[in-house]
């Protein structure tokens, strides 16, 4: 039902996010351009009680949400500048994040193929600066528009005002409810040489074929991969990797590894050491144990899903109890990746 500010009412979100957690917005609006996006944020009394929903792969929706949704739908491509060796695209917030990496790859753009099967929308991937084998989104991010919620103008910040970081961003930190993303700008190349040295991928190139690789048989590799050790959101609920890998100094380093020699873990400059969260979530044995409907993916440790009909308030019950365990073993906090959204009834 729709109400005279141009919001559906009490409207449900389980098509929206892929946990497919069955909760309701108390608002929700589709907005098909920007300007239309404007004007619904103009009828929003409080921005604390907004949340804008792209792909809804990043969140996990604990209880019905008593304010605002915003799920932008405006999906133009444009090409800004291009020349036989580079471009700049600007790329709307609704576009689907692999539709982007396969077009781009159609046209002979390079650079986006380690990010190939990440679900979601282009809007979310500055936010969360989205990363994979070896990639992170921000390494081609020219720019980020979007509205200013507190002027309601259109922005436009450089890369370098993004404040880029593992899995973050300024939009995460002080630009939070101040600022929605609209669209990126993106530097692509013409003759650049793919990434392969994450070494998960460079095991599924060298199944596939001899070198030399190109970025199409990286993007069909990265498919492969996430496609065997992933759960699809379209037949189980999941929101791809629910904690991001801490990171620890080398003390802390020394002493897990002469504890546990079979410790995954990757050298950081500044003997800094960044920990496999998954090593440790399947060390507390909790890799296929499940809380109510939730559940500890049976494959891979880092992904929770709904095994059946879970609530958000088993999912998060079962990531607390994993991360207590994973503290009380090993002294290391994880932290989410995945976006927790509580609300309350209405």
Request: aromatic share 10%; proline share 4%.
């Amino acid at each position: 039902m729709k109400n005279k500010l141009g919001f559906q009412t009490s409207f449900s979100l389980k098509a929206y996010n892929t946990f497919g957690i069955d909760v309701r917005a108390a608002y929700f609006a589709s907005p098909r351009s920007i300007g239309e996006m404007q004007e619904l944020c103009h009828l929003v009394p409080d921005f604390k009680r907004l949340l804008v929903l792209g792909g809804g792969s990043n969140v996990l929706l604990v209880g019905d949400f008593p304010g605002y949704v915003i799920h932008p739908i405006f999906q133009r491509i444009e090409v800004l500048e291009e020349n036989a060796d580079r471009c700049l695209w600007r790329v709307e917030a609704g576009v689907n994040w692999h539709f982007l990496v396969s077009y781009s790859l159609q046209q002979g753009w390079q650079g986006l193929e380690n990010l190939a099967l990440i679900p979601g929308s282009v809007g979310a991937a500055p936010i969360q600066n989205i990363g994979a084998y070896g990639i992170e989104i921000a390494e081609f991010i020219y720019a980020v528009e979007g509205l200013d919620l507190s002027s309601f103008q259109l922005l436009t910040l450089p890369k370098q005002a993004c404040e880029f970081g593992y899995r973050d961003s300024i939009f995460k930190k002080a630009l939070k409810n101040k600022f929605i993303v609209t669209a990126i700008i993106l530097e692509l190349f013409r003759n650049r040489q793919p990434n392969t040295e994450y070494s998960t991928l460079k095991q599924e190139l060298e199944k596939m074929k001899a070198s030399p690789y190109s970025t199409q048989d990286v993007f069909e590799a990265v498919c492969r991969i996430r496609r065997r050790k992933l759960p699809d959101p379209a037949t189980v609920g999941n929101a791809g990797s629910f904690f991001k890998n801490p990171e620890i100094d080398f003390k802390h380093y020394t002493l897990l590894k002469e504890k546990h020699p079979d410790l995954v873990a990757f050298a950081l400059p500044g003997k800094r050491y960044k920990i496999a969260a998954g090593w440790l979530i399947e060390k507390c044995g909790w890799k296929g144990r499940a809380i109510g409907g939730a559940a500890v993916h049976p494959h891979h440790a880092l992904v929770l899903v709904n095994k059946k009909d879970a609530t958000g308030h088993e999912i998060l019950r079962l990531a607390e109890a994993i991360e207590k365990d994973v503290y009380e073993n090993f002294g290391i906090t994880l932290e989410r990746e995945v976006n927790v959204i509580e609300g309350n009834s209405f």
